[in-house]
């Protein structure tokens, strides 16, 4: 005599089975993109001037999370390199930049190019930017290493009047376009960056596709 085939309750409820694959699947989808988005790449929108003519208005940028998380993951702040363009979180407007959360900022996230580091004195004078550091003591124009030609990197003539010493734990950062008021950054009111701030450098434009690139 045949034993009779028990049947599961999914086999004898298809529907249902296909309805919890489904729900299962998107939560696998939400989650992986939370931890993508939060610890290994965010897109960001470029939104005014700041950065021409290396990023134009609407562009879309992918930041590398990762490097800031393995630094995070092993105790330390991430540090970015000189002339990288970064994402960071901006503060208040009314106030210096701060490590504390700044939520419905009409300006929460800011993209800039990394010109100096803590103990360097930066120098704006006469359209030029000037370091000095320990290596360069008379000094030395970052731009030199990223200005690849006037369409592609930081202008030419920085306005603005500034002699500062970078304190311990922040950067100094400046737009590209740095003519007139084209960018706030360290240079007109912005202030120096503290490194908790740093979202990530730039990795790739993404948009517009015919100027699809790496940084």
């Not at 562009?59 to 002339?83: A, C, M, T």
């Not at 106030?95 to 996230?109: K, N, R, V």
């Amino acid at each position: 005599m045949d034993t009779p085939t028990k049947v599961n309750y999914f086999n004898r409820h298809p529907l249902v089975k296909d309805f919890l694959s489904l729900v299962v699947f998107i939560i696998c989808v939400v989650l992986g993109t939370i931890v993508l988005n939060a610890f290994v790449f965010r897109s960001y929108n470029v939104v005014g001037s700041s950065m021409e003519n290396t990023f134009h208005n609407e562009d879309r940028v992918i930041v590398n999370r990762l490097l800031v998380s393995w630094d995070h993951f092993l105790g330390k702040e991430y540090v970015p390199q000189r002339g990288d363009v970064i994402v960071f979180a901006n503060g208040a407007a009314s106030g210096p930049l701060t490590c504390e959360a700044l939520s419905g900022h009409a300006d929460q996230f800011l993209i800039k190019r990394v010109i100096a580091f803590p103990s360097e004195r930066v120098v704006v004078k006469n359209g030029e930017v000037t370091v000095y550091n320990d290596e360069h003591p008379d000094g030395f124009h970052p731009d030199d290493d990223t200005r690849i030609d006037e369409n592609n990197g930081p202008k030419t003539n920085s306005s603005g009047e500034v002699d500062m010493v970078v304190p311990n734990g922040e950067l100094f950062v400046a737009g590209d376009n740095r003519e007139g008021a084209h960018s706030l950054d360290s240079r007109s009111g912005l202030g120096t960056v503290p490194y908790c701030r740093v979202i990530g450098p730039v990795l790739m434009r993404i948009y517009p596709l015919n100027k699809i690139s790496f940084f």
